[in-house]
């Protein structure tokens, strides 16, 4: 049984700065991308970032040059470092496993951007 397991969120002020963390338990041994997904208020969940197990990111543009996902394999852990936050970055972000056959999603967390 795989699953993930978030944690960071919390409310900030504008400008100010929060380290998700979601880590994986249980067994997996295929190679598997990882990802940090939104869901802001009346909208749509969208793609925030996605790595690889290689490395590769993809970035929304949205967060270009502020958010910083990074994978620590000896942990089994994805962060995602966000910094310069905005009001419109308020969302329930959530970390995703995708193995192809397979697909995990975590609980949420709750990021609150607001002064």
């Known amino acids: 049984q795989v699953q993930l397991v978030e944690s960071g969120g919390g409310l900030v002020q504008p400008g100010g700065s929060l380290r998700l963390s979601c880590a994986v338990s249980?067994?997996?041994?295929?190679?598997?991308?990882l990802g940090w997904y939104r869901q802001a208020p009346g909208k749509q969940r969208e793609l925030v970032v996605v790595?690889?197990?290689?490395?590769?990111?993809n970035y929304a543009n949205s967060v270009k040059g502020r958010f910083t996902i990074s994978r620590d394999n000896a942990k089994n852990t994805v962060y995602l470092q966000m910094n310069s936050l905005k009001p419109e970055d308020t969302a329930v972000y959530y970390c995703?496993?995708?193995?192809?056959?397979?697909?995990?999603w975590g609980q949420g967390t709750q990021v609150t951007v607001s002064s």
């Open positions: 995703n496993l995708d193995a192809g056959y397979l697909e995990v």
């Open positions: 249980g067994s997996i041994f295929s190679i598997y991308d």
């Open positions: 790595i690889s197990n290689g490395g590769i990111t």
